[in-house]
């Protein structure tokens, strides 16, 4: 037997149908196993495409899958089509082939193997069509980023056509999600969970990518698929509610009159600036500031003014104490708390006296008032620095925060009696004072 011969031999009586077709699919040669695939004799496929014999829904199906392999001019492996045999019953073959090209270039045809696979074919089938129409977005990758396989909600997703998805890439069109994917990849060479990734996408889209390692029968890692979620709505859900949440807190500290910082907040923080205090020997100083003859003023000018009036001294007592550790509160009615961390009794009558200038030169009406302008009358109270002794280890923060207070407010009374508009110093408080 001659060489052709040998080979023809061994193309008739392998088991997969060897073929040939030209520029329009049309089989040049077949080989004689197709007489056992699908009951016709070689010569009869002759002049026929693929399509002849597949269901006309399978012949559209498949008709569109080619249409873009061979647009690319590239080869093709693994492409299952179903196919009607003479005597009527369905074969499943899956098909594989490369380009041929004549002299100058041109594609002359394609040619390629056909294999009976209607045992695991028509559940491959099955499998294929829920992955294609799933309505959420699956994709599978190959370890250099490139798409394997896709399907149509993964083509919404990135803007493609369903037939260009196939020559796009993941790493060209997520560089920074796949920085994060080659990371998975090596984290499932090793076993590693792969978490999911939050992705922002188009147009202020959010998707969740849920990665699992692909691997081949080996073991060996081969790719990643990837099911993608919209998670647009929950994350807008969850900015709302850090808004919400931030907004809430501010309120929860502010004073709504006067833009203050409120008792509670003073409270909380006062502890806190006691405790700081102690701890690095630094002098703590609260000035209290009340608005005299407040009641009088409402009743000549009306609360409306009164309010008003509120808000001009709030915004006097922040320009005075400006330092970012001051913390400037509404005490309650018409009286405000000012704790000045790291400010010995100098430095708080210097800024209680600012507070107390400032106003006086705001020269805000006062018809019932001697002076005929608001004026304000403050206590000042100091923790001089040193460090906290053994004596002093029996007052609690609390009680010298309270007793902060208290003694700044005993001051603000006196200013009062010595005929307010003034600023009184009550003696400091040493650890161990009483
Ligand atoms: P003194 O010089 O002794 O401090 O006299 P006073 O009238 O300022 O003191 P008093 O405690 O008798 O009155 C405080 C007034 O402050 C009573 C209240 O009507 C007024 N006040 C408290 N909170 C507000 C507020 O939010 N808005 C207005 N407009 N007035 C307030
Ligand atoms: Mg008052
Ligand atoms: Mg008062």
Not at 395 to 410: F, N, T, V, Y
Not at 413 to 424: E, F, L, N, P, T
Request: with cysteine.
């Amino acid at each position: 037997m001659d060489e052709a011969g040998r080979l023809r031999e061994l193309l008739d009586h392998n088991t997969d149908w060897v073929w040939e077709v030209d520029a329009n699919g049309r089989y040049t040669y077949a080989s004689e196993m197709v007489q056992c695939l699908l009951g016709y004799a070689p010569e009869a496929m002759i002049g026929k495409t693929p399509f002849d014999f597949m269901p006309p829904a399978e012949a559209q199906r498949v008709g569109d899958a080619f249409g873009a392999i061979v647009a690319a001019q590239r080869s093709f492996s693994g492409l299952i089509n179903r196919n009607v045999h003479i005597d009527g019953h369905i074969v499943v073959l899956e098909t594989s082939g490369i380009p041929l090209f004549d002299e100058a270039g041109q594609l002359r045809g394609y040619r390629g193997i056909d294999r009976d696979v209607s045992a695991l074919g028509e559940r491959v089938l099955q499998l294929e069509a829920v992955h294609l129409h799933a309505p959420v977005a699956l994709c599978t990758l190959d370890c250099q980023g490139q798409f394997v396989m896709t399907n149509l909600a993964m083509a919404r997703l990135l803007g493609v056509s369903a037939s260009d998805i196939d020559n796009a890439s993941l790493c060209a069109l997520m560089p920074e999600l796949w920085e994060r994917l080659q990371l998975d990849i090596a984290h499932a060479q090793v076993d590693a969970a792969l978490p999911d990734h939050e992705v922002a996408w188009r147009n202020g889209c959010w998707l969740q990518a849920t990665p699992h390692a692909l691997r081949s029968a080996s073991g060996g890692v081969v790719g990643l698929s990837i099911a993608w979620i919209d998670i647009t709505a929950r994350k807008q859900a969850e900015d709302h509610l850090t808004q919400a949440n931030r907004l809430l807190a501010a309120h929860a500290r502010q004073d709504y009159l006067t833009g203050l910082y409120n008792r509670r907040y003073l409270d909380e923080q006062l502890a806190i600036e006691v405790a700081r205090a102690r701890r690095d020997a630094q002098s703590l100083s609260v000035c209290m500031v009340d608005v005299d003859y407040f009641k009088l003023y409402n009743d000549s000018l009306g609360h409306h003014a009164g309010d008003c009036c509120l808000r001009s001294l709030a915004g006097v007592m922040k320009e005075c104490a400006r330092r970012p550790s001051d913390i400037v509160s509404r005490f309650g009615g018409e009286e405000f708390a000012i704790v000045l961390p790291g400010t010995g009794a100098q430095g708080a009558l210097a800024v209680a006296e600012a507070i107390r200038l400032k106003v006086q030169r705001l020269a805000l009406e006062h018809p019932a008032s001697a002076m005929g302008r608001v004026s304000v009358s403050i206590g000042v109270v100091t923790r001089e620095a040193q460090k906290s002794s053994a004596s002093s280890a029996s007052i609690p923060d609390e009680q010298l925060a309270c007793d902060l207070l208290r003694h700044a407010d005993k001051a603000m009374y006196a200013a009062k009696h010595a005929g307010r508009d003034r600023i009184v110093c009550a003696p400091p408080l040493v650890d161990g004072y009483d």
